[in-house]
């Protein structure tokens, strides 16, 4: 079963550090999708990839933020100058646009510390 | 803008008893509806969904969910609990247009006693 895979699965860094994550979507699916989770909350969208192209971000992505989806297979979401307020679980989904209502998988998160 | 409200923040029950978690949601229209769980430092599975048709839909683990376009709600429920149903639960929105990022609502904690 070649679910989502992300890693790595927990990071703990200094603040003012760079950080970078990776997800692998499931195979055939098109869409990627990140998401921001912190204690007590549920995800909160940060951005989406049809492809290789970035369609939509969310406010939550500030200019520390960026994501890479090169040749529309795995996604990169990397974080400059890392702070406190930084810490949380980060979610990667991917799903199939084959027309139609769509499910989003998740993978197992990367939980990120900022000391 | 779509929103999902989940009343009850944390949730204890009896194993064997009966379970119900309460979703609300706000949209324009019908939205995809959609009910996942998460373990401790895990991502989330999908636990099922809606997207049209019988409003009473089934899901993994003996889970099912009621879509009542009146109350605007999609209620979880299961007959009978299990102690490794203890998890945190999500509700989720889709909307049908072009716009496919899923609002979530705040979770539920499921504690199970002995």
């Known amino acids: 079963d070649t679910g989502v895979s992300q890693n790595p699965r927990h990071k703990i860094t200094k603040r003012g550090q760079n950080v970078t994550f990776r997800c692998d979507p499931i195979?055939?699916?098109?869409?990627l999708y990140w998401y921001r989770q912190t204690l007590g909350q549920g995800p909160e969208f940060l951005t989406y990839?049809?492809?290789?192209?970035?369609?939509?971000k969310s406010r939550l992505l500030s200019d520390r933020f960026s994501a890479e989806r090169p040749k529309g297979s795995f996604s990169t979401l990397e974080i400059q100058r890392t702070e406190q307020g930084d810490s949380a679980m980060y979610l990667c989904?991917?799903?199939?646009?084959?027309?139609?209502?769509?499910?989003?998988?998740f993978g197992p998160g990367t939980r990120l510390l900022v000391l | 803008a779509q929103s999902v409200t989940q009343p009850d923040i944390h949730i204890t029950v009896s194993e064997g008893a009966s379970l119900e978690l309460r979703c609300n949601y706000s949209?324009?229209?019908?939205?995809?509806l959609f009910w996942y769980v998460q373990s401790p430092g895990q991502g989330l599975q999908l636990l099922l969904k809606?997207?049209?048709?019988?409003?009473l839909v089934q899901g993994i683990k003996g889970f099912e969910a009621e879509f009542k376009r009146s109350q605007s709600s999609f209620n979880l429920r299961k007959p009978s609990v299990h102690w490794s149903d203890a998890a945190e639960y999500f509700c989720?929105?889709?909307?049908?247009?072009?716009?496919?990022?899923?609002?979530f609502g705040a979770g539920t904690t499921v504690t199970v006693r002995a």
């Open positions: 989904a991917s799903s199939s646009s084959s027309g139609g209502a769509e499910t989003q998988y």
């Open positions: 195979s055939e699916h098109n869409r």
């Open positions: 990839f049809q492809n290789e192209a970035q369609l939509e």
């Open positions: 949209y324009g229209a019908t939205p995809y």
């Open positions: 809606y997207f049209s048709g019988d409003t």
């Open positions: 989720a929105v889709g909307p049908r247009s072009n716009d496919y990022k899923l609002s």
